[in-house]
């Protein structure tokens, strides 16, 4: 099977950069995907990672080392509207589909 | 375009009771999906649908059964409510490899 481990929560201020880690345990990996979900909304795509190295997309960042089953997502220049929840997801072994870390709450201070 | 819809936004039944979730989705993607996500945790796959005419159980599908009606809708129904079932029900659709997701808004289910 599939497991994922975040951090529960991760609080930072405004204009500030933090980091989101995911670690992962699968049998077979395809690649690794982060989420966004404020309170009450949906998910919703932020990125997506296959092979090593850095992605980047506006002032949020993803990060893969499949050698060491680790990842992470980077948001830079805090803003309040970040304050969400941040989920890792990793294609499952034998399914089209994905198995979701527990999330990370993100707490933006001002 | 209204991307993945969902009916209804919230319902509260009695147990015992029945009940269908409808999802729609208009961006012609192949394959369909159906989570609950219970408080503070994560998503968890209860039945996807990878193209037109299958379907397949996720991780927790006890409880529940899945009809994908044609390419744009798939609907969960319950057909005799437990309070454990109680949770958020959230669809889903992709394409291709799956790892790109579009959500709909959610169905928040009260099982009393």
């Known amino acids: 099977g599939q497991s994922l481990e975040q951090p529960s929560e991760v609080t930072a201020v405004e204009g500030a950069i933090v980091q989101i880690n995911c670690t992962y345990q699968?049998?077979?990996?395809?690649?690794l995907s982060w989420y966004q979900q404020h309170d009450g909304g949906a998910p919703t795509f932020l990125s997506y990672?296959?092979?090593?190295g850095l992605e980047e997309t506006g002032r949020f960042s993803s990060f893969l080392s499949r050698s060491d089953s680790y990842g992470y997502l980077l948001l830079q220049e805090l803003q309040m509207k970040d304050s969400a929840s941040y989920f890792c997801?990793?294609?499952?072994?034998?399914?089209?589909?994905?198995?979701f870390g527990s999330g990370t709450r993100l707490q933006v201070q001002p | 375009n209204a991307g993945v819809t969902q009916t209804p936004k919230f319902q509260v039944l009695k147990t015992g009771q029945s009940m269908t979730l409808q999802c729609a989705q208009d961006?012609?993607?192949?394959?369909m999906y159906w989570y609950r996500q219970d408080p503070g945790m994560g998503l968890r796959l209860i039945y996807y649908?990878?193209?037109?005419?299958?379907?397949d159980k996720g991780e927790v599908p006890n409880g529940y059964n899945v009809s994908r009606l044609n390419k744009r809708e798939f609907s969960l129904r319950l057909e005799s409510a437990a309070p454990s079932q109680t949770s958020v029900y959230f669809c889903a659709s992709g394409q291709g490899s799956s790892y790109e997701q579009y959500f709909g808004p959610g169905t928040r289910l009260t099982v009393t």
């Open positions: 699968t049998s077979g990996f395809y690649g």
């Open positions: 990672n296959a092979l090593d």
């Open positions: 649908s990878a193209s037109e005419g299958t379907t």
């Open positions: 997801a990793v294609r499952d072994t034998g399914r089209r589909a994905l198995t």
């Open positions: 961006m012609n993607h192949n394959s």
